[in-house]
Structures are given as C-alpha cells and as structure tokens.
Nanobody, 123 residues
Framework: QVQLVESGGGSVQAGGSLRLSCAAS????????VGWFRQTPGKEREFVTA????????YYADSVRGRFTISRDNVKNTVYLQMDSLKPEDTAVYYC????????????????WGRGTQVTVFS
C-alpha cells in the first residue's frame, strides 16, 4: 500500500513558479513510478508528467515540456514537480499517482492517488 499527499499548491501570477511535492508512505515507494495529472471542472483528468522508479526516465505532456520538471528523492519518499513560466491555462487541481507497473499517460492505470492540490495562475 502506498499513500500519497500533495502539497505546494497556491495562487501565482502568470510567469511565476511553484513547486509541488508528493510525499509517500510505504517502504516500497522507491520501486513505484509516479505521475502528475491535473483536472479542471468538467474535464477529464489530464496527464502532465511521469517519472520512473529510478528517476532515470521522465515523460512530459507537450503543453508543459520545457516549463515543468519532475524529480524524485527516494530517500525522502517524495516526488517534486517544479513548475516555471506558469500560464493561466495551467490552473487546475494537481494530483500525484503511483503504480508499481505503469508509468504512462493513462490515469486509469495508476493504482494509488493523492487528494490533489489546487494551483491557480492569474494574469
């Protein structure tokens, strides 16, 4: 079992930065891939980025590539999402998800989810 808790959300002006954290419990977290997704009301959950269990492989949605950076610290059982050059269209609830066998873009293939953290970008 893995429990995930997101933090670091907030309100920021366009062009600004935020760093989200996804803290995990569970001894085997270091063997799980982790993804970040985001969702706005009335829309399907959208893939943002993912990282392999080792941290060697990372994947990004085209909409965030070059602006967002995912990383992980397996000693601290935490995955980070550094978000720079934020745009109003990045406004959403951001969720982290983990899975022992999957590290792709389909949200319904991740087994464990946090409750989300709100990110609001104003112009």
């Amino acid at each position: 079992q893995v429990q995930l808790v997101e933090s670091g959300g907030g309100s920021v002006q366009a062009g600004g930065s935020l760093r989200l954290s996804c803290a995990a419990s569970g001894r085997t977290f270091s063997s799980y891939a982790v993804g970040w997704f985001r969702q706005t009301p009335g829309k399907e959950r959208e893939f943002v980025t993912a990282i392999s269990w080792s941290g060697i492989k990372t994947y990004y949605a085209d909409s965030v590539r070059g602006r967002f950076t995912i990383s992980r610290d397996n000693v601290k059982n935490t995955v980070y999402l550094q978000m720079d050059s934020l745009k109003p269209e990045d406004t959403a609830v951001y969720y982290c998800a983990a899975d022992a066998n999957y590290s792709g873009t389909h949200y319904n293939l991740y087994n464990y989810w946090g409750r989300g953290t709100q990110v609001t970008v104003f112009s």
